[in-house]
């Protein structure tokens, strides 16, 4: 699951961690749920420096992050 995603990246637990954390408020946003269902919703399969993918209610969505004078933006796409 997305813990071991989190152990195993190479970006170190804390940078995946708010990677994460990141894709669950982005997909709160998109769904338009509040935080807690969105963390159900949203399942992240992969996280990288630049770009993660994951599932938003079943369907493949990807995320694109961008590191700003040290503060993580995490934009979340819904694939069609």
Do not use: Y
């Amino acid at each position: 699951g997305e813990s071991a995603l989190v152990s195993a990246s190479p970006l170190g637990e804390i940078e995946a961690c708010l990677r994460v954390w990141s894709i669950k408020e982005g997909a709160a946003k998109i769904l338009n749920l509040p935080l807690p269902h969105a963390w159900k919703a949203a399942c992240v399969h992969g996280i990288g420096r630049d770009s993660s993918r994951l599932t938003l209610e079943g369907k493949a969505a990807l995320a694109f992050h961008e590191t700003v004078e040290g503060h993580l933006f995490t934009l979340v796409q819904a694939m069609t």
